[in-house]
């Protein structure tokens, strides 16, 4: 058995998931295993991040998220290497168990490894699913049969309703059915799970990401965000203008269109994509978020590095957790806990009601989407969710000093010094904040209609990307009104290349989508609204038979 605490140890399968038995944080990046368990508190990113990769082979979230310095640093936390393909292994925080080596013959250990191997990769990674032993050993056959490639279809549409109504018999078995249809549904129109196939597939993406680096669209176009700083500044002064004018609610709008914008930079400085140094970018997205935004960019990153890294999933992705108001999964039906949140998402009477009519209520909602931001910014700072020791301690002191300035200069400064009327205060709040409602619109459209069917561990990081994130068709004129959030599949596989050079860059990633035979997901903006409605109306028709279903069930007095 090699010891822990030499680089150059290797360290077996069996041995990575004995310290994770024992409750470490095991990561393996580059063949590299890293223990890092001392980083949790510290990652500015935040500890979900990483516990999501506990087990895995995070080399390419890794490489897509960090720069090469911070994976420079990493190496600090190397406790060995491990030989030849690393098959992932389920992270605790997604429900995988693990066992610890017990003192026993080398012939029991063998064998304890050997079950070890076959438990702890197989299954879904969600304890939501739980189907036959038939179930299960069908679609892992599915799953690792390459001759699935050929069934392949062209659609990329996210999953559809049963074919026909299902038996009203059971409430459960139905949702397991939806269950077992989305994974088909995936299975059948991605490449095969095979190891060879997702190998080729990882392969092909670490050239790609070659390929855009050695075509400079790493390198941030800074002529560009002299244009975004004089956007800003015009949509500013002509609030204030008007703010003098006694145009209070004109005035509102203006305010709300510099905020839509101002999200664009936050988001980029979030990923390091204008300058690529840590602290400036920071500093940065600081400013405009909490100081000229009233937002955590902390809170925005320890939630945003979560969605990049498991994005779509129901149980641990906070970008699509929204109950009550919207289930974009039948799920969520099941009252899920949120590993993000660490509390359950109850599936009670008042979300029953919203869900069944979530298509007529999603633009509604999404109007009051900024107030949702501050209550999420406020939880983050107060309550101290972000690092409060290391390099970015500092970060929370900058951001609640960034609170108190936007608070002072909007809240006292343009709300009670500067609009006469309580009724024209309320117009002013309504008006901004209602008319940063498209940015809401921007963030889930690329999601919310896409896959969040598990396909499991063997799955890559490139394959999930673009099974769970579409594009959206947008003429370069109008680039500057989606700021980048139009090619979000491009940015899920690139996260740090800038908003500017996105463009240039899709036109990579549409040839490797053809390369490596994965579904290219691409709407106009109209369409893929369209797609969002229909699937938001889909989930609320599925909610209705649910209900139907349970009705059906008491009404019999069957239950199980």
């Known amino acids: 058995m090699a010891v822990e605490g030499c680089k150059d140890a290797l360290l077996s399968r069996r041995d990575v998931e004995d310290l994770i038995a024992q409750g470490r944080s095991i990561i393996i990046v580059d063949g590299k295993v890293l223990k890092v368990d001392p980083w949790l508190k510290y990652h500015p990113g935040g500890d979900k991040a990483i516990m999501h990769m506990v087990g895995r082979d995070a080399t390419d979230e890794v490489n897509a998220l960090h720069s090469a310095g911070a994976r420079q640093q990493m190496l600090r936390y190397q406790i060995g290497q491990v030989q030849g393909r690393w098959e992932n292994l389920i992270p605790p925080i997604q429900g995988g168990r693990f066992r610890a080596k017990k003192k026993c013959r080398p012939e029991e250990e063998a064998e304890v490894e050997d079950e070890s191997d076959k438990t702890s990769t197989s299954g879904a990674s969600s304890p939501l699913f739980e189907p036959t032993d038939e179930t299960v050993s069908s679609a892992r056959r599915r799953r ?163 969605h990049h890294i498991v994005t779509n999933s129901p149980e641990h992705d906070p970008d699509i957790e929204h109950m009550p108001f919207f289930a974009v999964s039948h799920h969520f039906f099941r009252s899920l806990r949120s590993t993000y949140y660490d509390r359950v998402m109850a599936y009670d009477g008042f979300a029953k009601f919203l869900v069944r009519y979530q298509h007529y209520l999603y633009y509604p909602v999404l109007t009051l989407g900024r107030f949702n931001l501050y209550r999420l910014s406020w939880e983050f700072l ?52 209602m008319v940063t409602m498209p940015l809401h619109v921007q963030i889930t459209l690329s999601h919310f209609a896409m896959s969040t069917a598990d396909l499991g561990a ?103």
């Open 382 to 433: 107060i309550l101290g969710y972000g690092p409060r020791k290391g390099p970015a301690a500092w970060h929370r002191w900058l951001e609640i000093s960034g609170q108190f300035f936007f608070w002072a200069w909007f809240g006292y400064g343009v709300l009670y010094l500067s609009i006469p009327t309580a009724w024209a205060r309320l117009a002013f709040i309504l008006t901004s904040h």
């Open 144 to 306: 690792l049969d390459p001759t699935s490639a050929g069934r392949r279809s062209s659609s990329v549409s996210s999953m559809s309703s049963l074919d026909g109504d299902p038996p009203r018999s059971s409430g459960l078995s139905y949702l397991d059915a939806q269950t077992q249809q989305a994974i088909d549904l995936d299975l059948s129109k991605y490449p095969p799970l095979d190891p060879a196939t997702q190998d080729e597939i990882v392969k092909k993406y670490r050239q790609l990401n070659d390929r855009i680096r050695a075509e400079g669209l790493y390198q941030c176009p800074y002529g560009s965000y002299l244009i975004e700083i004089a956007r800003y500044a015009l949509l500013f002064s002509v609030s204030m203008l008007l703010l003098k004018l006694g145009w209070y609610a004109t005035s509102g709008i203006f305010m709300g269109l510099f905020w839509h914008q101002l999200v664009f930079t936050a988001h980029d400085a979030g990923h390091m994509g204008i300058t690529h140094d840590f602290n400036t970018d920071t500093v940065i997205g600081i400013i405009i978020a909490d100081f000229l935004g009233g937002l955590s960019l902390g809170w925005w990153k320890r939630s945003h590095n979560v």
């Open 458 to 560: 063997a799955e890559s990081f490139p394959q999930r990307m673009l099974r769970t994130t579409m594009d959206v068709v947008c003429p370069p004129a109008l680039d500057f009104m989606h700021g980048g959030l139009q090619f979000q599949a491009v940015h899920h596989l690139f996260p740090r290349v800038p908003r500017h050079n996105l463009r240039a860059a899709q036109r990579l990633v549409v040839a490797f989508c053809a390369d490596v035979g994965i579904p290219y997901a691409l709407y106009g903006f109209v369409e893929g609204n369209g797609k969002v409605l229909g699937h938001l109306g889909e989930v609320g028709r599925q909610a209705r038979i649910l209900a139907e279903c349970q009705r059906s069930v008491a009404a019999k007095g069957v239950y199980h």
